[in-house]
Every structure is written in C-alpha cells, then in structure tokens.
C-alpha cells in the first residue's frame, strides 16, 4: 500500500458516528467529524446517516479504500449482530458493500470496532488485548501483531447474578453505579481478563477509558479514542487479519494486495 493512498475511516459507535480520511500511516488527513447515531437505527437508515456524515470528507479529500468499524459482530464484510441499535433486522446485513455503493464502489473492508481501535494501539509483540469501554465493552485479542478470531464477551456474564460486561461496565452501568463504583468495576474486569487471557499488553479505549480514576498495572495501559480511527490502515496492511477469505494473499503470505 503507497503513501499516497486516502483511506476513508469509518469509526460507528452505539452513541457517535464518527469519520475521517487518514493515510497508510493512521495518520489523519482531514478534520474528524461526528454525528449522534440514530435510535432506533435500521441498517438502511445507518447507510443514510453515514453516507451524509461523510459526504464533505469524500468531496474534499476523494478516499482509495475504506474502512469500517462497527460495534458487533462482523464476519466477511457482514454484520452478524448489532446489539446497540435497538431494532430487529440485523443478522447478515451488507453494511460495508451497501455503502460502498453508495460512494461510487470504493474497496471496503470492516470489521467490529474494537478490533479496528486495537489496531492503532498494539505493538505487535506478544499476546494483546484490548478492551474498549463505550456504550458497551468491546473486546479483540492479538497474536505477534496478527488479530485472533473474534470473541464476544461483552455478552458473557461477569457476576453470580449473569450480569454481562456491556451491563457491568458499559456506560448505563456507569451512569446509574457512578463513576467511582464503575472504576471499581472496571479493576475487576481487568483482573479477570488478565486470569483468562494472561495477556502480555491489555489496552483500553473508547470514549469512557478517559474516565478512568484507578491505578493500573504496568502491563496495561489507556490508548486515544481517535484509535478507532486511525486503526482503519492497518485493515489494507499484509497479514493483519486471519479471515482467509478477506485477505487471502495476507494469508499466504505474499506480501501482495488485490
């Protein structure tokens, strides 16, 4: 991939839509901008909402690729699950290739939102996770650099009583525990995952990381929200993701893009 590629970086939150054009580097080459996401959202009215959100960005700064994060499920350019958008209507949608579409048929990849802000944090050494705090609590794992097959724990109880992460330590929880309640929770998600994982990095994002109040161990650290942007390069680099059918030539290890 050249230097002189415009990738048009897609960061869709359960609270904020939010874009920019930024380089092969991450490094942002317009101005972010950001709208509210629509409640309830169906996928046409999503399509709509992004296609007018970046319209300045493509008329200024026409993009090469895009990319796409998305809170849920992702698999092929597909989204299997959209826990945050409050309708029915979800399962298999085309979201990348509808919108692609509708910019004139640029190439598109996507994949969930916190594997995309992972992207921008990792160091590419060891066993790294990541964990964005936000509306809900995303989650993504990395190998060496290369991104592990997507887990959902945000769904997966955290207490006796079956509480999930998305209602321990996402942002209702925050807002109806407290901050200070809330940070609490957040130190024993961290322990948690460290026991699950043995994660050599844990990285935490999105909008809420800013509101972190505790001490941290060394190996774990907080990264800038405008990594869901700018981890939008990373999805065109040789060997960053293990979706044989994304990126085949990534795979067999070639080096080469389509």
Request: net charge neutral; hydrophobic share 40%.
């Amino acid at each position: 991939m050249g230097s002189t590629e415009r990738i048009l970086a897609i960061d869709v939150g359960g609270t904020g839509l939010k874009a920019a054009i930024i380089d092969a580097d991450g490094q942002m080459k317009t101005e972010r901008v950001r709208v509210a996401t629509p409640h309830p959202c169906a996928p046409e009215q999503l399509v709509d909402a992004l296609a007018k959100l970046v319209a300045p960005l493509v008329e200024q700064a026409p993009p090469t690729l895009m990319s796409i994060g998305f809170p849920g499920v992702v698999r092929n350019n597909r989204i299997l699950t959209a826990p945050h958008f409050g309708v029915e209507g979800w399962h298999d949608i085309p979201l990348a290739d509808s919108l692609a579409q509708r910019l004139g048929g640029v190439p598109v990849r996507m994949i969930n939102d916190a594997e995309m802000q992972g992207f921008a944090a990792i160091e590419g050494h060891g066993l790294e996770f990541v964990l964005t705090l936000g509306t809900g609590a995303g989650t993504a794992m990395f190998r060496d650099g290369e991104l592990m097959p997507h887990l959902e724990l945000a769904h997966h109880p955290v207490s006796k009583k079956g509480v999930a992460y998305d209602e321990y330590i996402g942002e209702a929880a925050r807002e109806k525990a407290g901050n200070k309640r809330w940070n609490q929770r957040v130190q024993k998600v961290i322990g948690i995952l460290d026991a699950l994982v043995n994660y050599d990095k844990l990285w935490i994002g999105g909008g809420n990381a800013a509101r972190l109040k505790i001490d941290l161990p060394p190996n774990v650290a907080t990264v800038s929200n405008d990594a869901g942007i700018e981890g939008g390069a990373r999805l065109w680099h040789p060997r960053s993701l293990r979706e044989t059918r994304q990126l085949p030539e990534a795979n067999q290890r070639t080096g080469r893009f389509k």
